[in-house]
């Protein structure tokens, strides 16, 4: 009998570790296809998707080559934003403090913040002089806000919203932002002195030493996060819910800090760059860092995104590969959706509403109302108590919107008739393939969108959350 015991163990473990491999290729599976096609909404669900977003976005070569771009922006603007600094640090008198600050916040370049304050204090010298006051002031200040404004583009790609703030509305939030920084760091800075010096020489404060030299420690991680935070909540043209850019934050932040603390240790192992760059050494180190730290940046952006709107990556291999016939179909559903809400006169809809009402991947109805609003089938209004939130009416007479008029909008839309001699080279099949059309389109032209049976009030699936 403990022979056949023996054997039947041994049995069982043999056949599982037989069954380890196809196992192990069903869960890759699942975690790295399969799950954007599970519509139940657990915690168990949503961290695989948010995981397998993350690192997809990491390793995405569009993100790159954002973070590439930004590089090269950042670059053009080092010194310019030192300018700005250091300007209003003397006017205030805290200059060596915003140095100090900088050289803590960021002690990997230091080699480079050097070069950068020599070219800054060279650059204001030259600025104080004649005409050049105000048309440097200006030059600083629309290269800084041309930087704001290419991040506030890269995160509204990301967060697929189709516009971006009004010049006039950049120029004033990037100002403030440009003025408030110096006196932000300033506060920070002497915050931590007041803490370390004051507090810590007082005998009542000696008792609580120890907890306060831990968050003093903590210190750069804490501003670190809450600095990502507000980025991810500020450049956004669209809400962002504070839970979620603070998850990003810490993230980001976390790993920020970490970048920080590979380059300030590997500087040890960099005399082969001095050997070949000589005193340029830093530039390629500062190159690298500046791409990684926007790497960074941007995938807690893209987690931010999916953490607050996770179900809009739904079928997403299904969404890459839709058939325009089908995205048409999904179009005049829409419209149709739309039309009759307003007739009605309810509410309109947001992306997230059509989402958990009728059970359609965000990511593409966003696509699909994007386009509607460029062929002039759909405007935008906003609500929420600060007019913060997108929603989408009909924006002609809902009496001339007909099955064949969206059908021929949605075609036409877009540029056309740009080859040349194309329409009289191949006259005779473009003629037939218009007259199809046309039959297709004349057919249907008579019934109106308010008229097609569709269902308004849609079928909220308990698994999908709206945020």
Known sequence: ?????????????????KGLPERGKKIWAYCSDEVWNDTRSNWKVDTIKTINLSVRSFMNTKLQNQASSLTYNTLLAIVPALAILFAIGRG?????????????????????????????????????????????????????????????????????????????????????????????????????????????????????????????????????????????????????????????????????????????????????????????????????????????????????YSSQNIFQFSFNSDINTISPDYKRKIAVVIMAIVTQRFEKQYQPLRVSDFAALYHMPARLVGEVINELVEAGLLSEVYLGKNNEERAYQPAVDIHTISLGYVMKKIDTTGSAQFIPHFKDEFAPLLNLLNEISENVIEGKSDILLMDVPVNIEGTPDPSIKSH
Do not use: H
Not at 281 to 287: G, I, K, N
């Open 1 to 17: 009998m403990a022979d056949d015991s023996k054997k039947t163990l041994r049995g069982s473990i043999m056949d599982f570790f």
């Open 92 to 304: 205030f008198g805290f200059q060596n403090l915003i140095t100090s600050q900088l050289f803590n916040s960021l002690p990997s370049q230091k080699r480079a913040l050097e070069a950068a304050i020599g070219f800054v204090d060279q650059y204001l010298a030259q600025a104080s002089q004649g005409v050049f006051v105000g048309v440097g002031l200006v030059f600083l200040l629309w290269t800084l806000i041309s930087l704001m404004s290419n991040i506030e583009s890269t995160f509204n790609l990301i967060w697929g919203v189709a516009s971006d703030r009004s010049m006039a509305r950049k120029v004033i939030d990037y100002t403030a932002i440009l003025f408030l920084l110096p006196i932000l760091m300033v506060c920070s800075s002497g915050i931590s002195l007041l803490m370390s010096s004051t507090m810590f020489e007082n005998t009542i404060f000696k008792i609580f030493s120890p907890a306060l030299k831990v968050i003093l420690d903590l210190a750069p991680f804490l501003l670190c996060w809450l600095s990502f935070t507000g980025m991810y909540m500020l450049f956004p043209n669209t809400k962002v819910k504070f839970k979620y850019a603070l998850l990003s934050g810490v993230l980001a932040g976390t790993g920020f800090q970490i970048l920080q603390y590979l380059f300030v240790s590997g500087q040890l192992y960099v005399s082969k760059y001095n050997a070949i760059y000589g005193s340029f050494a830093f530039l390629p180190l500062l190159l690298l860092w500046l791409q990684l730290v926007w790497t960074i940046t941007l995938s807690g952006a893209v987690l931010c």
